[in-house]
């Protein structure tokens, strides 16, 4: 990857779908060199190459995918941890066990693999910024979540453990917790069935994946100065995880 040295580079994670892609859109619009990190390479490719980006494969679970990524960065602004989801809606009772290591191994420690790799560049960079995309899961236990609610606050507890580790350095960190954005999430968390993932954002205005992209680039365009800690933002319809409130269906 030849960049001119003055270009700042921003790592987005999950960048093929979602919140990681229109993360990707708006950090280039704003003037970032954006490199796009997910296992789909063919769509990655497609978006990469409307905004000017580099597209590469990346399992985040998988410890030598993410060496071999994090190689060829020649240097790194702000990293983007979104990549992550739930499987799942289960008492803990029924836990199924493969689903909790799915939701920890990408979440949890997909964000450790990432971070960890990338930190002596952000620091290198003069003014280093980790936008860790957690949820409003990260703050509350729910019925039947607790893999996902789990998952959640252990990534944001590794986020927020950085703030004090990093003090002096430069690098802001900021984490972004929210609730429900009509997204590929619930299709994944019920394995592809539409309408029991359709049924999640019935009779609310949910949030779009661009409602956070924006917030995104607002927070990557604040002074070096500024840290925004912690931002949790939910549709106007929900008050918290599951409580929601809906208009009837004709
Ligand atoms: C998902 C948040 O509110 O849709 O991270 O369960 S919610």
């Known amino acids: 990857m030849s960049l001119s040295p003055d270009t700042r580079v921003a790592v987005v994670t999950g960048a093929s779908s979602g919140i990681g892609e229109a993360t990707a859109r708006t950090l280039a619009a704003q003037g970032f060199h954006v490199v796009l990190g997910a296992r789909r390479l063919d769509r990655l490719e497609e978006i990469a190459a ?91 236990a729910y019925d039947n979540g607790s893999g996902y609610t789990s998952a959640k606050h252990a990534q944001a507890v590794l986020h927020r453990t950085l703030r004090g580790e990093l003090l002096g350095k430069p690098v802001r960190l900021t984490e972004i917790a929210p609730g429900a954005v009509e997204t590929e999430f619930s299709l994944v968390r019920f394995g592809g069935d539409e309408e029991r993932a359709a049924k999640v954002y019935e009779g609310i205005t949910p949030l779009v994946a661009q409602d956070i992209a924006e917030i995104v680039g607002f927070v990557a365009s604040r002074p070096p100065h500024v840290n925004l800690d912690q931002i949790i933002v939910k549709p106007r319809d929900q008050a918290d995880s599951g409580r929601f409130h809906r208009t009837a269906q004709s």
């Open 50 to 140: 409307e905004i000017g980006g580099t597209a590469l494969e990346l399992d985040v679970t998988d410890e030598d995918s993410v060496d071999a990524f994090c190689a060829v960065l020649p240097r790194v602004d702000v990293l983007v941890n979104n990549a992550g989801g739930a499987k799942g809606l289960a008492p803990v009772l029924e836990a199924d066990l493969d689903d909790w290591r799915w939701m920890w191994e990408t979440n949890v420690l997909g964000t450790l693999r990432m971070t960890k790799a990338l930190l002596p560049k952000l620091i290198e960079s003069g003014d280093g910024l980790i936008v860790t995309v957690t949820s409003v899961a990260a703050f509350t």
